[in-house]
Nanobody
Framework: EVQLVESGGGLVQAGGSLRLSCAASGFTFDNDAIGWFRQAPGKELEGVSCITTSDGSTYYADSVKGRFTISSDNAKNTVFLQMNSLKPEDTAVYYC??????????????????????WGQGTQVTVSS
C-alpha cells in the first residue's frame, strides 16, 4: 500500500521550532515534487513549501520564506520541513503530498488533493502566543 505519513507536529510556543517529517512507503522518490500544505481552522488549504527530489530545488510561500526550510533524504524516502520562529498564525494541520508530474511552482498553487498522486493524513501544529 502506498502511503505518505506525516509526523512531528505538536504544541510549541511562539518563537519556537518544530521539524515535520513526511515518510513515503510503497513507492520510491524519483523526480517527484513533494509539497507541504496547511489548513488553519476556517481557512482554505495553503501551499507552504515544495522540493523536487531529483535535484533538491526548493520553493516557499512568502508567508514562510526565511523561517521554514524543506529538505529531503531520498535514501529514506522522507521529506522534512524545519519550521523556525513559529507564529500563532502558523497553527494548522500540515499535510504533505507527492506528484511525479507537477513542478514545484504548480504544487504551491494546486491545493486540491485529488490532483496529487499521493496525499497524507496530516499532522497538527499548534503555536501558542
Amino acid at each position: 500500500e502506498v502511503q505518505l505519513v506525516e509526523s512531528g507536529g505538536g504544541l510549541v510556543q511562539a518563537g519556537g521550532s518544530l521539524r515535520l517529517s513526511c515518510a513515503a512507503s510503497g513507492f520510491t522518490f524519483d523526480n517527484d515534487a513533494i509539497g507541504w500544505f496547511r489548513q488553519a481552522p476556517g481557512k482554505e488549504l495553503e501551499g507552504v513549501s515544495c522540493i523536487t527530489t531529483s535535484d533538491g530545488s526548493t520553493y516557499y510561500a512568502d508567508s514562510v520564506k526565511g523561517r521554514f526550510t524543506i529538505s529531503s533524504d531520498n535514501a529514506k524516502n522522507t521529506v522534512f520541513l524545519q519550521m523556525n520562529s513559529l507564529k500563532p498564525e502558523d497553527t494548522a494541520v500540515y499535510y504533505c503530498a507527492a506528484d511525479h508530474w507537477f513542478s514545484c511552482p504548480t504544487v504551491i498553487r494546486t491545493t486540491d488533493e485529488r490532483e496529487y498522486d499521493y496525499w497524507g493524513q496530516g499532522t497538527q501544529v499548534t503555536v501558542s502566543s
